[in-house]
């Protein structure tokens, strides 16, 4: 099977409140799908090029709800487990002040992901294999896999992509700064929000901090601004790409989606300017409705939305 992008991380069931305020106040909420890796292999598919998940799901209907909306995006699902014992991570999104997630995923059957539970042949085929700091940060064994396939992918010459998204909820801030270093060496290209780069090296110039990830071995590094767009940063230069004007709505999953459009571009053979435009149109998009799936695009919705805009 030919399969272009292999995500590998924790998917969640999401509860987004249909006004805002804060939990303890929230009646009504509306369900969607979530889940960093998840968010970003739909929107690599949604725009037309094949995507395969790596996860476990508890053997519950959340999980058997991630399978039919992965079937339904025509996602392979494979190499996704079903741990019958185990139960599919849920969170809330609530908005006051922003938005704000409360989980309750720990002891989830992603977080029992083991290497063991890898097939190792299935990234034989693949061009990129993507994760995220998240699914470091969720247990220690799911940490292990996600750096142990990611050697694995870069043996067989696949990119391996890795987004920072640092959850302070989830690690202390100590192990966290330990891991994603140790996952910079073996990453290709790298996508962080500014609150990451700031998280990890201070309050420096955007360029001059993603600089300090190229010293780690990445060839590029992809800055995810929200509204003001992106900086794409190589050995070669740093290029600033602004962003759309729009009323964002909801920015959950936005970055993740941004993520899956831009590595979309990257195998059409786009060059960072045309790529970077394209991505930054799927994260507006992605923001003008609540929560993290529904919102994106496909590559029509994203080629009208730019052609109108431009
Ligand atoms: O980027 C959006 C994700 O953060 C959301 O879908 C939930 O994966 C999630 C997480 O762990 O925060």
Redesign the pocket.
Known sequence: MNIDLISL??P?I?FYATKPGHLKNILLFERGW??????LAVSFARLGKKAGYITKIGGDDFGQSFIDLWKKEHIDVTNVLVSPKDFTGI?F?TYHNGHD?T?Y?KGSAASKLSFKDIDQDYLSNAKIFHSSG?SEA?STTCRNTVLKTAKLAKKKGLIYSFDI?H?PK?WSNETALKVITQTLRLADIVFPSLEDLRFLYGDEQPENLSRRILKFGPQTVVVKLGSEGCLVTTKKKSMKVKGFKITSVDP?????AFDGAFLFGLLKGWDSEETAIFANAVGALTSLGKG?VNPIPNKKRVEDFIGKTT
Do not use: C, V
């Open positions: 991380g924790e969640l999401e979530g889940g960093d890796t998840s968010n969170y999104i997630f989980y995923r998240i969720i998204n959850r989830l959950t999953g936005a970055g993740d993290a």
